[in-house]
Each structure stands twice: as C-alpha cells, then as structure tokens.
C-alpha cells in the first residue's frame, strides 16, 4: 500500500521508507515519527549515541535546498518538531546536512541521493573544520539561496544553540561523520554500514512510542 502519492524510487531507502507500510520495514527502519506527504524521522545507522535520528521529506530530492517552495514550509516546520522532541529526550543537538549535488557522477560527501537531515544529540566543534562558511540564520535560509546553486552540492549544520553554517560540498564521502568520529576519539567508526552501533539504535528506538506488537528483535541482522 502506497502512503504518499508519488513514483518511487526503488533503490532509494528513503522512498521505500516513504511508500511502504511500517510492520513491513526491517525493525531499525520503521519511522519514530511520520507524517504523510511531507516527512519520515527514522534512526540513523551508526548512531555515534542515542538519539541520533535522520529526518527527509517525503518526494525524493537531492538536497533540502532543492525542494520545491510549495513543499519546504511544512518539512521545515516538521524538522522543528522532530527537532523538539529529540532535544527534550536526549538534549540539545546539532544538525547537518550532506547536500547532494544533481550529477551524480559526481563526488560528493552524500551517500544517499534522497535529501536528509541528521539531528545528533551533543556539540561537536564543527567550527575546527575551517570550512568558508557563510551564515544563513535558520533553516529557512536554504529556500532563498540563488538558484543557481541548487544543482551544486553543500554542506549544512547547526550547532546547539548557533545558526545554520553553509559551505560548498568538501567531495569527502561522510564528511562530517568522518569529523565527529574524530571528535568522540573513535575515528575509525565513521562508515555507518561497518560501524551501525546496534545498542544506540535500539536505545533510540525505545525512547519513542511504538506499538506493542512491533517489539524489537533480540539479534543484529546478518
């Protein structure tokens, strides 16, 4: 049963997120909180700690800043309350983005070509990156940026209690999971698919409603 009406793509995992129904998602997959037509928040593999959660909008697009004028208001407002909810369970968080560029021949720090959002409990002292960053206050700021720019790839991040950073794309894969890992003193844990941090995910998981007959496996998948 499709939830949202659009043509997937289905060797995304976001779009297979969006269209499919929850008991039918691996356990780590399943939604923490959806809201149909505008966006999914879902556990990120390789939480680096509780709490770490992924945030995209419900048409596959590359970036955030490349989603149509119509669509950005209410995932904007949706991340606000994801954003909310995390900070008042795991506090505050910093968030960031790998923005994808179009061409996908491309290098660029995006794995996944569907636009997401990290939302990560703790500080992580992204200002020591010596990025060229220019400041665009809120997330807000991603909608007024030229158009221009829109097929190119970005970097995104707010810290706890700071504003949104913007900078080109550094065309490092994992750019800034490379970063934290460093920061946390694990520096080789930052591929999510060799390092999925199992305990954390599931710790992110009971941390949000979910219903009864959906109870988490006692064993990793293979």
């Not at 048409?59 to 119509?70: C, D, F, G, P, R």
């Not at 407002?77 to 994801?82: C, K, L, P, Q, W």
């Not at 990560?120 to 020591?128: E, I, R, T, V, W």
């Amino acid at each position: 049963m499709l939830l949202v009406p659009q043509i997937p793509r289905y060797d995304c995992l976001f779009c297979q997120v969006h269209t499919t129904e929850d008991q039918e998602l691996p356990w780590y997959d399943r939604p923490l909180i959806r809201q149909n037509a505008v966006g999914v928040a879902m556990c990120a593999l390789g939480a680096f700690v509780p709490g770490y959660v992924l945030i995209s909008p419900a048409k596959h697009q590359n970036s955030v800043q490349a989603l149509e004028s119509e669509a950005m208001p209410d995932f904007l407002a949706f991340v606000d309350g994801v954003v909310n909810m995390v900070e008042g369970t795991f506090g505050p968080c910093t968030l960031f983005e790998h923005g994808s560029c179009r061409a996908e021949e491309r290098q660029r720090s995006a794995c996944i070509t569907h636009s997401h959002i990290h939302v990560l409990p703790g500080a992580y002292s992204f200002h020591l990156l010596g990025l060229p960053v220019r400041s665009l206050g809120t997330l807000t700021g991603l909608a007024h940026l030229p158009p221009a720019e829109r097929a190119d790839g970005y970097l995104m991040y707010r810290e706890p209690g700071g504003l949104v950073q913007y900078a080109s794309d550094a065309g490092i894969s994992q750019y800034f999971r490379r970063h934290i890992a460093r920061v946390l003193g694990r520096p080789d844990e930052w591929d999510y698919a060799l390092f999925p941090q199992w305990d954390n995910v599931r710790a992110t998981q009971d941390a949000f409603p979910r219903s009864p007959h959906q109870p988490l496996p006692l064993t990793e998948p293979a």
